[in-house]
C-alpha cells in the first residue's frame, strides 16, 4: 500500500481483550467501554479517599499521579497477548504488583534518604538481602531487553516489582537509619539510593510519574 517504507521490517502484535469484573469482554459497538476522561476522574477520586484516609492532604495534583499511574501500570503488568480483567479496586491498590505500590516504595526510600542526609558511598554487601536486591536489579535490566524482543512492557512490570519486593524485604529485616557501624549504614544506605534510582527509571520507562510523598 505503499505505507511503510520498502525494507521496514513490520511485525503484528496481537492484543487480547479488556473485561470487565463479569469476566466478560469490553464492546465498542455494544456502548459498554468506559470513556478515557471517565475512568481518569474515577481512578483520581479513589486515589484522594485513599490519600485522606491515610491522613494525607487532598492534593487533585497527587492525586491525579497515582490513579494514572495505577491505571498506566495495571494496564501494562498484563501480557499483551492475554484476556485481562479491568478492576480499578485492585489496580489502586497499594500492595501487591501496582502501580501505587512501588510510587510508594519510591516515596518511602526518597523520606529515609532525606533523614539519613549525608553518607558516604559503600557498596560492600553486607547482608543476604543485599544481594537479592542486586540480583533483582540484574534481573530488570534483563527485562529491558527481553520486553523490546518480546514487545510486551509487562516484563518490565514484573522486573521493577522484584526490585521492589526485594527492597522491602530488606526494609524490614534490617536497621537503616539507627544502624550504629558507619560502614554498615553508609552500605545500607547505598543500596537504598541504588534501588530507587532502578524504580525512577523504570517508572519512567513505563510513563509513571514518581512522586514527591504520599
Known sequence: AGIAPEGLKLTHVGYGTMNGKDGKAFKTRAGTTIKLEDIIDLISSKAQEKLVANGNENSSK??????????????????VS????????????????????????????????????????????VCKEQKDILLAILALKQAYKDAFKALSPSLVCAGVYGVASSFSTFYNNNRILTETDKQKRDSYLTTCKLVLDNIAEALNVLAIDLPERM
Do not use: H
Not at 62 to 79: E, P, S, T, W, Y
Open 62 to 79: 497527587l492525586a491525579l499521579q497515582i490513579g494514572v499511574g495505577a491505571m498506566k501500570f495495571g494496564d501494562l503488568i498484563n501480557d
Open 82 to 125: 492475554r484476556d485481562y480483567i479491568f478492576d480499578l479496586d485492585k489496580f489502586m491498590s497499594f500492595e501487591g504488583k501496582t502501580g501505587p505500590y512501588l510510587q510508594y516504595t519510591g516515596v518511602r526510600i526518597k523520606s529515609l534518604l532525606n533523614k539519613a542526609g549525608n553518607f558516604t558511598p559503600n557498596f560492600d554487601i
